[in-house]
């Protein structure tokens, strides 16, 4: 099952939203989980089942769809949001998006 | 609370096997509740899951990888390893361990990841 982030890059200011796709090619049902990773850092698990967050993840990160479209979105982005995130399917194997870079805009 | 680190060879040659270990603290691979995978990162790329491995010691493999890889547990020493046969270039990469539930393959908790450079 591919994985199709989008967008690459997306500019955003410190206190606004940002919305984050993830399509897989085929049916996944929820087995979806979203991570966080910043430079030189392990990835973090936000998200799993599509929209249940992971232990200790602040509430403005939330997870939605089903299928084959997938959201993540951050209410207010905080300094600390800004990294790289990936998606990744768990219903036929693992795999991961190409990820998104969240920027400073 | 769970941990997991990595170690292992920073450089190995083409043609060789890359050999990595993860040690576990904070909890048990003995856990019917977990499995323990292996992610990789090549330089400014995405993450490649190679494989995971159960404490009973069933194994599932990347099938780009499958002919190449093996993967075990060691109970005593609370560790499980990776063994990656006939490396080229294309293997470079930040290697991760990480841990999931059965339940379910995402991936709840990630060691640091360590660097292997392939280059003779």
């Known amino acids: 099952i591919v994985m199709t982030q989008s967008p690459a890059t997306l500019s955003v200011s410190p206190g606004e939203r940002a919305t984050l796709s993830c399509r897989a090619s085929?049916?996944?049902?929820?087995?979806l989980a979203w991570y966080q990773q910043k430079p030189g850092q392990a990835p973090r698990l936000l998200i799993y089942?599509?929209?249940t967050r992971a232990t200790g993840v602040p509430a403005r990160f939330s997870g939605s769809g089903s299928g084959t479209e997938f959201t993540l979105t951050i209410s207010s982005l905080q300094s600390e949001d800004f990294a790289l995130y990936y998606c990744?399917?768990?219903?036929?194997?693992?795999?991961f998006g190409g990820g998104t870079k969240v920027e400073i805009k | 609370q769970l941990q997991l680190q990595e170690s292992g060879p920073g450089l190995v040659k083409p043609s060789e096997t890359l050999s990595l270990t993860c040690s576990i603290s904070?909890?048990?691979?003995?856990?019917?509740?977990?499995?323990w995978a292996w992610i990789r990162q090549p330089p400014g790329k995405g993450l490649e899951w190679i494989g995971h491995?159960?404490?009973?010691?069933?194994?599932f493999y990347n099938s780009s990888l499958k002919s190449r890889v093996t993967m075990s547990v060691d109970t005593p020493n609370n560790q499980f390893s990776l063994r990656l046969y006939s490396v080229t270039a294309e293997d470079t990469a930040v290697y991760f361990c990480?841990?999931?539930?059965?339940?379910?393959?995402?991936?709840?908790?990630w060691g640091q990841g360590t660097a292997v450079t392939v280059s003779s």
């Open positions: 990480a841990v999931g539930y059965s339940s379910g393959w995402f991936l709840y908790n």
């Open positions: 085929q049916s996944v049902n929820v087995n």
């Open positions: 990744q399917q768990y219903i036929n194997w693992l795999t």
């Open positions: 089942g599509a929209s």
């Open positions: 491995v159960y404490y009973s010691g069933s194994t």
């Open positions: 904070g909890g048990s691979i003995s856990s019917d509740n977990n499995y």
